[in-house]
């Protein structure tokens, strides 16, 4: 597994984007994923994470009802669509898999990590 953030930028607040986390050896399609985020002088926080095959999806409360998570195995691509941005989630976005096929809200419990990729919400 070798795994490649990508989709941040500059938006405004109450604007959308969608994050993207390829796996470029086409491995991870039995690994769980989970997107993580570090703020400015905070500690990095789950956001997000999916099953091997989409089944289950966990959210931190923060973002619930505004973020949604998905995949398609067949591209290697796990997606983070970000709606109704606020201010506080400017942070670098990781996503990180495996080894587990069901996900975990622990950064701990994964494996693989992506570069991040920056977010910023202007208010």
């Known amino acids: 597994v070798q795994l490649q953030a990508s989709g941040g930028g500059l938006v405004q607040a109450g604007g959308s984007l969608r994050l993207s986390c390829t796996d470029s050896?086409?491995?991870?399609?039995?690994?769980?994923v989970g997107w993580f985020r570090q703020a400015p002088g905070k500690e990095r926080e789950f956001v997000a994470a999916?099953?091997?095959?989409?089944?289950?999806?966990y959210y931190t409360d923060s973002v619930k009802g505004r973020f949604t998570i998905s995949r398609d195995n067949a591209k290697s691509t796990v997606y983070l669509q970000m709606n109704s941005l606020k201010f506080e989630d400017t942070a670098v976005y990781y996503c990180a898999a495996g080894p587990r096929s069901v996900p975990v809200r622990q950064s701990n419990g994964y494996i693989y990590w992506g570069q991040g990729t920056l977010v910023t919400v202007s208010s």
């Open positions: 999916i099953s091997w095959n989409g089944g289950i999806t």
């Open positions: 050896r086409r491995t991870f399609s039995n690994n769980a």
